[in-house]
C-alpha cells in the first residue's frame, strides 16, 4: 500500500507517514538518489586554465617538504654526533611529515592540472586514515620530545639513565599505535554510511565534517567521536604546555646569561613547532560551534596541510646548529669522495 501510495502520490502516503516515517523516507531516498561511489573536490572546479598558475608553487613546495625532511632524516642517522633521544625523535617527526604531506598533496596536484577533480570513496577513506592518524602520531611524538625536554633540562643528572634507546623506541612505537588505532573505529564507522545526492566536498581534500555532510542518514554519533579526538589533542597539548611551564621556570633560574641562552636554545625549535602544529590544529578542528566562509575553510585547510609542514625543516635546520654542522659534514664529506673517485 505504501509503494502504491508513493508511487502514484497518493494522499494515502501522509496518513501512513505518522506510523511509518522512517521507512518512507528511506524508501523515497533511494527511490530518488542514486547512491554515490565517488566525490568531487569542488574547490577546484573554477580553476580550469588557472589551475597551472597553482600546480607549479604547490609543485616546489611539494618537493622542499619532502628534500628537506628526507636531509634531516638521513643526516641524523648518517651522523653520530646526533644520535641522541632528542636528534631520533626529530628524525621520526621529518619521517612522518614525508608521508603526512603524501597522503593529500599529490593529490591536490593532480586535481589542479587534470579533468578529473574526483576521488573514489575507498580512496577517500584512506586519505582520510592516513592523514589523521599521521597527524595524531606526530602529536604524540611532539609530546614525547616535551617529555624528552623536561627531563633533560629539570633532572639532568638522570637523563641518560632515564631516556636510554629502548625508552625512545617504545614511545614512538606507541605514539604510532595511537594514531593508526584511535582513528579506525571512524573511518570503518562511516565506510559503512550510505552517501546519496550531492558528491561535492567543499575542500581541498577529503575530511570527517566535509565527507560526513554528505552522508544520507544520521550522524549524531560523530560528536562522541569528536569528542575523543579532541580530548586526545587538549591532552597532549597539556602535557606539552605544562612541561614547557616548568621547563622556563628551571632555566629563568639558571644563574649565568650564557647557562639560560643555551638551555633554552635546545628546545626552541620544539617549541616552535608545538605552537605552529597545535595552533594549526586548533583553527582546523576545535572550532566548536564556529563556522568560517569557504574562503577561510581553504585558507586554514592550506595552513594545516601546506604552510605548516614547510616551515618544519626551516626550522630544524635553520634554527639547529647542530643540525647545520652535520649537513655541511656530509656534504663535505660527498665532495670528498666525488674528487677521490674522479
Known amino acids: 500500500v505504501k509503494q502504491f501510495a508513493m508511487n502514484n502520490h497518493h494522499p494515502i502516503s501522509r496518513s501512513l507517514s505518522p506510523f511509518f516515517p522512517s521507512q518512507i523516507t528511506q524508501f523515497m531516498a533511494s527511490e530518488n538518489q542514486t547512491m554515490v561511489t565517488e566525490f568531487l573536490f569542488s574547490m577546484f572546479l573554477n580553476l580550469h586554465e588557472s589551475g597551472l598558475l597553482f600546480f607549479i608553487p604547490l609543485l616546489l613546495i611539494y618537493g622542499f617538504i619532502i628534500t628537506g625532511n628526507l636531509v634531516i632524516f638521513i643526516v641524523i642517522q648518517v651522523d653520530t654526533a646526533l644520535h641522541t633521544p632528542m636528534y631520533f625523535f626529530i628524525s621520526v617527526l621529518s619521517f612522518l611529515e614525508i608521508w603526512y604531506t603524501t597522503t593529500t598533496i599529490p593529490k591536490m596536484l593532480c586535481s589542479l592540472v587534470s579533468e ?4 573514489s570513496l575507498a580512496g577517500c577513506l ?13 602529536g604524540c611524538v611532539l609530546t614525547a620530545m616535551a617529555i624528552d625536554r623536561y627531563i633533560a633540562i629539570c633532572n639532568p643528572l638522570r637523563y641518560p639513565t632515564i631516556m636510554t634507546s ?33 558528491n561535492e566536498i567543499h575542500q581541498i581534500f577529503c575530511d570527517f565534517t566535509p565527507v560526513l ?7 549524531s554519533l560523530v560528536v562522541i567521536v569528536d569528542a575523543i579526538h579532541a580530548a586526545e589533542i587538549l591532552s597532549s597539548f597539556l602535557v606539552i604546555a605544562l612541561s614547557y611551564v616548568r621547563i622556563i621556570m628551571v632555566i629563568l633560574r639558571i644563574p649565568s646569561a650564557e647557562g639560560r641562552h643555551k638551555a633554552f636554545s635546545t628546545c626552541a625549535s620544539h617549541l616552535a613547532v608545538f605552537l605552529l602544529f597545535f595552533g594549526s590544529v586548533a583553527v582546523m578542528y576545535l572550532r566548536f560551534s564556529a563556522t568560517y566562509s569557504v574562503f577561510w575553510d581553504t585558507v586554514v585547510a592550506v595552513t594545516f596541510v601546506i604552510l605548516a609542514p614547510f616551515l618544519n625543516p626551516i626550522i630544524y635546520s635553520l634554527r639547529n646548529k647542530d643540525i647545520k654542522i652535520a649537513i655541511r659534514r656530509l656534504f663535505c664529506c660527498q665532495k670528498r669522495v666525488g674528487r677521490i673517485g674522479s
Open 116 to 119: 578529473q577533480k574526483t576521488i
Open 126 to 138: 584512506m586519505q582520510m586514515y592516513f592523514f589523521h592518524s599521521l597527524g595524531i602520531t606526530e
Open 213 to 219: 555532510s554528505l552522508a544520507c542518514t544520521d550522524t
Open 166 to 198: 629502548n625508552l625512545c623506541i617504545q614511545l614512538t612505537a606507541g605514539s604510532c599505535l595511537c594514531g593508526f588505532l584511535l582513528v579506525l573505529p571512524e573511518i570503518v564507522w562511516i565506510a559503512t554510511l550510505p552517501f546519496c545526492g550531492s
